[in-house]
């Protein structure tokens, strides 16, 4: 079974502040080695294409991020020995490397709406209607406030 978690996780700051959101996927890997040649070929092909393509410091962990003048577009790196990421905007790659305190599990609302679910985890989604609602509306006002 292949485990490829994706997150959508809000952002008004950088290249992501129009949309209000930026995404990241995690990838569990028993080949380390193969997966990070795949993210040098993939970073050459960045850098080829006039992405600026550097090493950045989040915390304890080193990440690759790719800038384009407006800002960061994408970051990449470990979480640990065997989980990589792929985060859509820069302050994704800091949200999923500096993980907020209150996490999902631990969330009200959450374990509201799961508590009644089979149990183990079948593979549901779940998506909080009240902040999506939100960043709904952010992008509405914004194109709105565009075309005018």
Known sequence: ???LPFAAIPSNQGILAPVGF???LMIDTSNRATAEATLSKLDAIAKSNFINVAPRNIGNKTITQ???PLGALLG???LDQDTMF????GSIADAITNPPSQTLDNSETFKTVTSSLQKPNGGYFYLDMDKTMS???NLAQAQNS???
């Open 1 to 3: 079974m292949v485990n």
């Open 22 to 24: 930026g995404g990241a």
């Open 66 to 68: 790719w800038q384009v």
């Open 76 to 78: 990449h790196g470990w």
């Open 86 to 89: 792929i985060a859509f905007g």
């Open 135 to 137: 960043i709904t509306r």
């Open 146 to 148: 565009d075309s005018a």
